[in-house]
């Protein structure tokens, strides 16, 4: 057994009861290591439930919320996934082991660089760029589902048209300190928005964002 299992194991029991149900989604979450994504600071810390600091002044998100959003998503096998907001990469590398194809983008380099080593070193189907994300990647478009991992005023409009038919994005929504998760579902060109209050996030700085 590995270090740290019995804490892993422990967490997705946590997250059942919080609600989570997509088999799926709570294998990527048994089989990823977090402990290898945070600070080596807050190792010990690495399965609670609660989002930590990583470099840059950013965080790793909590695992509910990476676990309720990527659920959210409603995703299957080989299904191209955008992220806005790399950080870690532990949000990223859970989409890669859910067999998706995954896409994300950073606007602080060093987090950037990072999160390219963990992927390489996990051998993981991740296309990382840097940049802003609130114009989303056009070259690759269209997805299947766009996750946006920090807080922003309102749906980025690349991100939209970038979205599939029938894809779904997940983003919070909201002020600089108060957002709630907006999850759209994209049907004949127009998105279908519903909202669940509850989570917080650092600001989404870009174009189509915060300045
Ligand atoms: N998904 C990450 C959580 C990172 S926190 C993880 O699993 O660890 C949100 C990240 O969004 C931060 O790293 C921040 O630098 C980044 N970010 C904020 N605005 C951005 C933008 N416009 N484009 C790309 N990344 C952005």
Redesign the pocket.
Known sequence: MGRFDTERKEMIEELKNKGITDANVLDALAKVERHL?VDPMFVNKAYEDSALP?A?E????QPYT?AFMTQALQLKKDMKVL??????????TILATMGCRVFT????LS?LNNARKMFDKLNLRVAAKG????IGWKEHAPYDGIIV??GSPTIPEPLMHQLAEGGRIVIPIGTKEFQSLAIGIKIKDKLEVKEVEGFK??????KN?WS
């Open positions: 994504f990583i840059s950013q965080t790793i998100s990476v992220e806005i907001g790399t950080g870690s990469g532990y949000q990223a983008i950073e606007r602080h987090l940049g802003d994300g609130t991992t920090a996030f650092v600001p989404l700085i870009g964002a």
